[in-house]
């Protein structure tokens, strides 16, 4: 695999992208194991005359595996909903695209707007995490699979009539909310009652 930096001066201070082949080894490399492969891209800017190096930009992932991450962990047992398929003993998530919006003022890295989709679930995520207090703070939506649907609604030539087949007419999800240190969060989850298709698909 390679990883690739790249800077350039900008008016607002330096653009940065940054790209590897196996995230996962990047994060490894700075003691964080619950991450397997991934393709990584980040694009941002980053001020290098301000301590902490702050940023902002987006981020992309594809293909990558979640081991055993503590708060999705508990999140996945909490919500046991119809849909949603047993992860086994080894605890692994796959996700094949997340998206977020990141930014990083030390020791803060706020995120927003992201979205992550696998074969086993979809979700939204917003929130804090405080890398000094190596806590979370955290809140989303878990939406299970419905015959691969959080692949992509657009492959589905008529979302109503699958919906109506796998759910009863709704699709089944959970919000949620993530607390406290990375290791041992407080996760709440508060179920809904349905998501209409039609939100469904504008999600997606």
């Known amino acids: 695999s390679s990883d690739l ?76 909903i119809k849909g949603l398929l047993d992860l086994g003993s080894e605890q692994i998530v796959a996700i094949d695209r997340a ?31 405080d890398r000094a207090a190596d806590a979370l703070d955290l809140e989303g939506t878990l939406i299970p699979s419905y015959y691969l649907l959080n692949q992509g609604a657009g492959r589905i030539p008529i979302i109503g009539d699958v919906l109506n087949k796998a759910t009863g007419g709704a699709v089944q999800a959970v919000t949620f909310t993530v607390h406290g240190p990375h290791d041992e969060p407080v996760v709440a989850v508060q ?14």
């Not at 702050?54 to 708060?71: D, I, K, R, S, Y």
């Not at 803060?108 to 696998?118: M, S």
């Not at 179920?191 to 997606?204: I, Q, Y």
């Open 99 to 129: 998206t977020a919006a990141i930014t990083h003022r030390a020791p803060i890295v706020t995120v927003r707007d992201a979205t992550a989709q696998g074969p086993n679930l979809a979700l939204t995520l917003a929130g804090t995490y």
């Open 5 to 80: 930096l790249v800077m350039h001066a900008a008016d607002t201070g330096w653009k940065t992208v940054v790209t590897s082949e196996d995230l996962g080894r990047v994060l490894r490399a700075y003691g964080y194991d619950k991450v397997r492969g991934g393709h990584l891209r980040l694009e941002g800017t980053t001020d290098l005359a301000v301590g902490g190096l702050p940023f902002e930009g987006t981020l992309t992932v594809e293909h990558m595996t979640l081991a055993g991450v503590p708060w999705l962990m508990k999140l996945v047992s909490l919500a046991s």
């Open 191 to 204: 179920p809904l009652s349905s998501l209409a298709p039609g939100v469904l698909r504008d999600w997606l």
